[in-house]
Structures are given as structure tokens and as C-alpha cells.
């Protein structure tokens, strides 16, 4: 199975809205209701921001949204805050009962 | 809340078998899936596999032919083995819990990590 595919990198200004897109296949992205993204701070674990496409856990801002069209799912971070600089993920169920990692995308607020 | 612990013997020589184990505090381990993620240092994350409870297992294609796991809830652990290693595998290999919907029965996300061990294949 192939990682999904992120942008390496988006940048944005504080107060601005980027969005990082994650494209899959019908197999996984587009199969069902199970991408979650990922942030993850230098040196840090992985914290989950968004799962079952568009749902966000308790304690995660407003600010961190999720979407999907297809087989492609974006999340999208409004009202940019220098704290957002950091590696995000997606992650998704495969039809082969696998999991699958985007490849990740450095965000730079600047 | 969940609290997840890495733990192995440390550097691996090239060919022999990592060894890993995750010990999970602060719940139970039942009806749960657990999961192993690694990072190659500087690059992104690999999905590894998971073990649930029951012994269900599912292992990423890529790893399948080296990849073991275990699961002794009795001592609230998990473990991971992976053989013939090389300088290839050397990374921070994570621990993690499946978030369970109880709705659907499907297990959705990744919702406590470890906070990885680095693992150094070397000789």
C-alpha cells in the first residue's frame, strides 16, 4: 500500500486559514468515514486534531476543521496562530483492514 | 486517562530481531486494539500494525514477512517483534491506543500515544 499523498509543505500568515489536502483511492480515503489527522510538534508524539473525517476531540480548537470530497480529505486550520507550526498527518482505514499514513506536511507560519 | 510506555533493550546489530514491548497504564486493555507506528528519523510516520485484545491482528503489507506481535493483557502489555533488521529500520518506534466507537463497533483513531523510544540498528 502507497502513503497517501500530503503537500510537503503550506505556509500561511498569523490570522490567515490554509488548508493541507490528502489524497487517497477508493480503497482507503474514499471507502469510509475513518481519516483522522495528526499534529505532531518537534520531538513530540502524535496528537490527533481530527478523526472520522470531521469530528474534533475535546480540547482541540474550533479552529482545526476536517472535510471530505471523494477520495481526497483536507483539514483546514482558521485564525492561524504561530503554536500551529507543526507536522500534520492523515491517517485512514484501507479496505484490506490495514492503516495508512499520509506523507506528512511541514506547516509553516511565518 | 491512558498512559502508554515504550521500552526495549536498546541499539539492534544488523540481522538480529527488535524487540519491543508497550506497557499501558491508567485502563484496561480489553476490547481495545493496539497499534505500532514508527518514524525513521527526519521522515514521516509508518503504520506498523495492531493487536486488539481478542489477538486480532493486522500487520502492513510492506513489514508482514518480520513483523510479530503479541498482546498479554494479564500484565497490560503488547509487544513487537521484528526481525532481520537494518540500518533502514532504525527509527522512534511509537505505541498506541485505538479510540473505540461503541455506536458503530469500529475502532476510528489513534487517541494516546507513547512517547517513543529511538531504536538504532548498528553493528
Known amino acids: 500500500q502507497s502513503a497517501l499523498t500530503q503537500p510537503a509543505s503550506v505556509s500561511g500568515s498569523p490570522g490567515q486559514s490554509i488548508t493541507i489536502s490528502c489524497t487517497g483511492t477508493?480503497?482507503?480515503?474514499?471507502?469510509?468515514?475513518?481519516v483522522s489527522w495528526y499534529q505532531q510538534e518537534s520531538g513530540k508524539a502524535p496528537k490527533v486534531m481530527i478523526y472520522?473525517?470531521?469530528k474534533r476531540p475535546s480540547g482541540i480548537s474550533n479552529r482545526f476543521s476536517g472535510s471530505k470530497s471523494g477520495n481526497t480529505a483536507s483539514l483546514t486550520i482558521s485564525g492561524l496562530q504561530a503554536e500551529d507550526e507543526a507536522d500534520y498527518y492523515c491517517?485512514?482505514?484501507?479496505?484490506?483492514?490495514?492503516?495508512?499514513f499520509g506523507g506528512g506536511t511541514k506547516l509553516t507560519v511565518v | 486517562q491512558v498512559q502508554l510506555q515504550e521500552s526495549g533493550p536498546g541499539p539492534v546489530k544488523p540481522w538480529e530481531t527488535l524487540s519491543l514491548t508497550c506497557t499501558v497504564s491508567?485502563?484496561?486493555?480489553?476490547?481495545?486494539?493496539w497499534s505500532w507506528i514508527r518514524q525513521p528519523p527526519g521522515k514521516g510516520l509508518e503504520w506498523i500494525g495492531y493487536?486488539?485484545?481478542?489477538?486480532?491482528?493486522s500487520i502492513s503489507p510492506s513489514l508482514r514477512s518480520r513483523v510479530t506481535t503479541s498482546v498479554d493483557t494479564s500484565k497490560s502489555q503488547f509487544s513487537l517483534n521484528l526481525s532481520s533488521v537494518t540500518a533502514a529500520d532504525t527509527a522512534v518506534y511509537y505505541c498506541?491506543?485505538?479510540?473505540?466507537?461503541?455506536?458503530?463497533?469500529?475502532?476510528?483513531?489513534?487517541?494516546?500515544w507513547g512517547q517513543g523510544t529511538l531504536v538504532t540498528v548498528s553493528s
Open positions: 498506541a491506543k485505538y479510540h473505540y466507537d461503541m455506536s458503530t463497533t469500529l475502532h476510528t483513531h489513534l487517541d494516546f
Open positions: 472520522e473525517d470531521t
Open positions: 477508493s480503497s482507503d480515503v474514499g471507502k469510509q468515514h475513518l
Open positions: 493487536i486488539c485484545s481478542n489477538g486480532g491482528t
Open positions: 491517517f485512514s482505514y484501507t479496505d484490506s483492514n490495514t492503516w495508512v
Open positions: 491508567g485502563g484496561s486493555m480489553s476490547n481495545y486494539c
